[in-house]
């Protein structure tokens, strides 16, 4: 349609299956080159990527013809499969059921790619439990505990 326009970032977070700390340092980077290749290649933006051993954040622009469950669905489901192709985990790979998906305005774009660029020193000081519950509750999404990712502590020894 002639003079429409979108503009759509999404902060995109997930957790490895139980919470299992199975993305080693060594090879993240090339699981973040992955990911992104199946984000482009769905006409995304790819803005910032950041794996840690049990969760990931993808910071996206948002191709609005695009879904964002199955975009979700894509990259997990590719995901697993390259990983277990290329016997990167010593154990069976496969991203937690659901995820967090949080808009954000432009204004905002440097603030949360620094953010998702400096996992590694944000959860030398706080849990991935602590931060996701955080997130919700900026967002002001109503949410039951117990129904949000399987949270264990002390997961962070990059192999």
């Known amino acids: 349609m002639a003079n429409t326009y979108t503009q759509a970032y999404f902060h995109l977070v997930f957790s ?33 990527i950041g794996a840690m051993p049990d969760h990931i954040h993808i910071f996206i622009g948002y191709h609005v013809n695009d879904r964002i469950p199955d975009l979700v669905k ?33 204004s905002n774009i440097d603030q949360v790619v620094r953010y998702i660029l400096s996992q590694e020193r944000h959860h030398a000081k706080r849990s991935f439990r602590d931060e996701y ?17 399987e949270f264990f502590t002390d997961v962070y020894g990059w192999e």
């Open 16 to 48: 490895v299956q139980n919470r299992d700390a199975l993305i080693q340092k060594h090879w993240k980077d090339r699981l973040e080159k992955y990911i992104t290749k199946v984000v482009e290649g769905n006409k995304h933006k790819l803005l910032a």
């Open 74 to 106: 894509e990259i997990k489901t590719s995901s697993n499969k390259w990983v277990n192709d290329n016997h990167l985990s010593k154990f069976r790979f496969e991203w937690q059921k659901g995820y967090g998906a949080f808009t954000h305005s432009r």
């Open 133 to 149: 519950l955080d997130i919700l509750r900026r967002n002001e999404i109503d949410f039951q505990e117990m129904y949000v990712f």
